[in-house]
């Protein structure tokens, strides 16, 4: 063969050629010299794409294959030419030798040929194409950005928050103690009791029954503590004025928790 190959193009061939010489155990015959000689011009004749074979000069060989001296790599290439690896056209002083790899019957066994990728006639079938079709579609699909998980840099719409809604307070009344106030206010909220209006109305009315002032309401259930209030837990004889009702303080000669015995 005097002429480069021309099919070796987009067809895999390093590959497939590398592959070969393993799955046929080369080395065997071919020696380590050899097969590392066969690679390397395999490997120069893929980077020039097979355009054309590769032009190497001896010291150029001695240095990519680690072959010390010219007479192995003489021994080297001898032994590849006589496989059918290699073919070899010598140079002279001003041109370097020539070199392509060739692929004996022994070898092409093991060689798996990859179709050309290049053709411009399809043989695939319609059910491929629509196959390939909706992949594609699906790929455009998945690269939309989402709303669900934005990215971090991405600026959505965002549609206003509603308005916070604040639990109704009451206001303090007129003549009422701050101190009985704010403790009867944090009893009630320790205890989850909504400060609604118509707590307070009912408040209002049962306070009307008793005969008792508003102020004086809010101290009894600052005292006992109640978070809310009934006529009957009182007595009626109870003052209508806050300033006029006072807690009952034991005497200093009396136990506040130990009552009196009846006298019989």
Same mark, same amino acid.
């Given at each position: 063969?005097?002429?480069?190959?021309?099919?070796?193009?987009?067809?895999?061939?390093?590959?497939?050629?590398?592959?070969?010489?393993?799955?046929?155990?080369?080395?065997?015959?071919?020696?380590?010299?050899?097969?590392?000689?066969?690679?390397?011009?395999?490997?120069?004749?893929?980077?020039?794409?097979?355009?054309?074979?590769?032009?190497?000069?001896?010291?150029?060989?001695?240095?990519?294959?680690?072959?010390?001296?010219?007479?192995?790599?003489?021994?080297?290439?001898?032994?590849?030419?006589?496989?059918?690896?290699?073919?070899?056209?010598?140079?002279?002083?001003?041109?370097?030798?020539?070199?392509?790899?060739?692929?004996?019957?022994?070898?092409?066994?093991?060689?798996?040929?990859?179709?050309?990728?290049?053709? &411009?006639?399809?043989?695939?079938? &319609?059910?491929?194409?629509?196959?390939?079709?909706?992949?594609?579609?699906?790929?455009?699909?998945?690269?939309?950005?989402?709303?669900?998980?934005?990215?971090?840099?991405?600026?959505?719409?965002?549609?206003?928050?509603?308005?916070?809604?604040?639990?109704?307070?009451?206001?303090?009344?007129?003549?009422?103690?701050?101190?009985?106030?704010?403790?009867?206010?944090?009893?009630?909220?320790?205890?989850?009791?909504?400060?609604?209006?118509?707590?307070?109305?009912?408040?209002?009315?049962?306070?009307?029954?008793?005969?008792?002032?508003?102020?004086?309401?809010?101290?009894?259930?600052?005292?006992?503590?109640?978070?809310?209030?009934?006529?009957?837990?009182?007595?009626?004889?109870?003052?209508?004025?806050?300033?006029?009702?006072?807690?009952?303080?034991?005497?200093?000669?009396?136990?506040?928790?130990?009552? &009196?015995?009846?006298?019989?």
């Amino acid at each position: 063969m005097s002429s480069y190959p021309t099919d070796r193009k987009n067809s895999g061939y390093f590959a497939r050629f590398t592959k070969a010489l393993f799955a046929s155990n080369a080395v065997s015959e071919t020696g380590k010299d050899a097969f590392l000689l066969v690679l390397y011009v395999a490997s120069i004749e893929d980077r020039t794409h097979y355009n054309k074979p590769a032009k190497l000069w001896r010291s150029q060989l001695m240095e990519a294959t680690a072959i010390s001296s010219p007479k192995a790599i003489l021994a080297a290439r001898s032994k590849a030419i006589e496989l059918g690896l290699l073919h070899y056209c010598e140079g002279s002083r001003t041109s370097q030798p020539i070199y392509w790899t060739l692929v004996p019957s022994w070898l092409e066994l093991h060689m798996r040929r990859v179709p050309n990728r290049n053709v &411009k006639t399809s043989t695939r079938s &319609k059910l491929e194409h629509e196959t390939e079709h909706e992949t594609e579609h699906e790929t455009e699909r998945l690269q939309e950005p989402s709303t669900q998980y934005p990215n971090k840099g991405a600026s959505l719409s965002v549609s206003p928050l509603k308005a916070k809604t604040t639990k109704p307070q009451w206001t303090m009344p007129e003549g009422v103690d701050p101190t009985h106030w704010q403790d009867w206010l944090t009893h009630r909220k320790a205890k989850r009791a909504s400060n609604t209006r118509s707590a307070w109305s009912r408040i209002e009315r049962e306070a009307v029954k008793a005969g008792l002032a508003i102020p004086a309401v809010v101290q009894i259930c600052a005292e006992r503590p109640w978070i809310g209030f009934e006529a009957s837990w009182v007595a009626s004889s109870v003052p209508l004025s806050s300033s006029d009702y006072k807690p009952f303080v034991p005497s200093a000669t009396e136990d506040p928790i130990k009552p &009196k015995r009846r006298s019989v």
